[in-house]
C-alpha cells in the first residue's frame, strides 16, 4: 500500500485550521468534567455502579447483535427507566457533587491572592497538635474539622458561631468536659476557629463497628460528606484519629498527626518545599469499619 505523505500532511493541516477556539474551550471543559467526575467516583460506590454500568450496556449491544430478541426487550425497558432509579439511588451523591460545585472556592483568584496565609497553616496545624496531644493524655474527647474546598456554613450554624485564632488553650477549653460545647464539633477555616458545639452527620456505613461511638461516627460522616479533613481524640482511650474520605485512621502519634494535616492543609507549593514527596495519608492503614477498640 502506498502512502502519499504529502497529502495526508495536507488533509491534516486543514483539518486543525478548520478547528475553531470554541472546539478547543468545548474539549478542555469535557476533558475537566470526565477527570472531575472519574475523581469522585474513585471515592464513593459510584465506582462499582459504573462498572455494572458498563456490564450491562455490554450484554445489551451483544444481545442486540446476536439476535437475543427476550433478552434485548427486557433490558430496553430496564434502560427507560434506569436514569430515575439511578437519580434516586445516589442522590446524596449527587447532592454532594452540586454542593461541591457550588461552594467550591475558585482557585484563579488564588492566583493574585495565593488564597492561604501559609504561617497562620502552620501555626494552626502546631497549636492543633499541641492541644491533640495533651488532651490525649487528659483522655478529653475532642473533634475538630478542617474545612478544605466545600464550604460547611450549615455546619457552623448548627452550634456557637465563632471568630478566633486558633490556640491549644482555646481547643481544650472549648472540649473540657464541662464546657456547655464540648459534645459538639469545632470547625476551623484557613486558621480561624468558626463556630464550636457544632453537629455533625453520622456516617451512613453499615459496616462500622458497634463499639464505635458518636464521635467517630460523626467524624466519619462529615469526612463522607464532604472534603474535610476531621481530627478525633477518644475520650474512653485518648487515641488520636484522623477521618478523610469516609476512612478512618487510628492510633497516630502527635508527629503523625502533623504530617497528616501539613500534607492535607497546606498549599501543594508548600508541600515540595517540605519535601512532602508522597502522602503519608496513604501510607497507614485504614479500615472501612473504624476498628472496634475506641467507645467515643
Known amino acids: ?8 500532511t495536507a488533509h491534516i493541516g486543514r483539518y ?12 478542555i471543559i469535557l476533558a475537566f468534567v470526565m477527570y472531575r467526575l472519574l475523581v469522585f467516583a474513585q471515592s464513593t460506590k459510584i465506582a462499582s455502579l459504573l462498572k455494572g454500568l458498563f456490564v450491562f450496556l455490554a450484554i445489551l449491544v451483544l444481545s442486540s447483535v446476536f439476535h437475543l430478541n427476550g433478552i434485548n426487550f427486557i433490558l430496553s425497558g430496564m434502560m427507560e427507566l434506569g436514569l430515575l432509579a439511578l437519580i434516586i439511588l445516589f442522590q446524596p451523591e449527587i447532592r454532594r457533587v452540586l454542593e461541591e460545585l457550588g461552594s467550591t472556592k475558585l482557585h484563579v483568584f488564588g492566583l493574585f491572592s495565593h488564597g492561604k496565609n501559609v504561617s497562620v497553616l502552620e501555626q494552626t496545624i502546631s497549636q492543633t497538635v499541641l492541644a491533640c496531644k495533651e488532651m490525649s493524655a487528659s483522655r478529653t474527647g475532642a473533634l475538630i474539622v478542617f ?46 476557629v468558626l463556630g464550636a458545639g457544632c453537629m455533625l452527620p ?10 464505635l461511638g458518636m464521635r467517630h461516627r460523626a467524624g466519619i460522616g462529615m469526612s463522607e460528606n464532604s472534603d474535610a479533613t476531621v481530627v478525633i481524640v477518644s475520650e474512653e482511650s485518648g487515641s488520636i484519629s484522623v477521618a478523610i474520605g469516609g476512612m478512618l485512621k487510628r492510633h497516630l502519634k502527635p508527629e503523625t498527626l502533623e504530617n497528616i494535616l501539613r500534607n492535607e492543609l497546606l498549599p501543594p507549593e508548600e508541600e515540595e518545599e517540605n519535601k512532602q514527596k508522597f502522602s503519608l495519608w496513604n501510607l497507614l492503614p485504614a479500615r472501612k469499619d473504624g476498628g472496634a477498640d475506641d467507645g467515643e
Open 16 to 27: 486543525l485550521l478548520s478547528i475553531q477556539l470554541t472546539d478547543y474551550l468545548d474539549i
Open 1 to 8: 500500500m502506498n502512502f502519499d505523505f504529502a497529502e495526508i
Open 202 to 211: 453520622l456516617s451512613k456505613n453499615v459496616n462500622l463497628s458497634r463499639e
Open 147 to 192: 474545612e478544605k474546598e466545600m464550604r460547611l456554613d450549615d455546619m457552623v450554624r448548627s452550634g456557637t458561631v465563632l471568630d478566633a485564632s486558633v490556640s491549644n488553650e482555646l481547643l481544650k477549653n472549648i472540649f473540657f468536659v464541662k464546657a456547655p460545647m464540648h459534645d459538639g464539633a469545632v470547625i476551623i477555616r484557613d486558621g480561624r
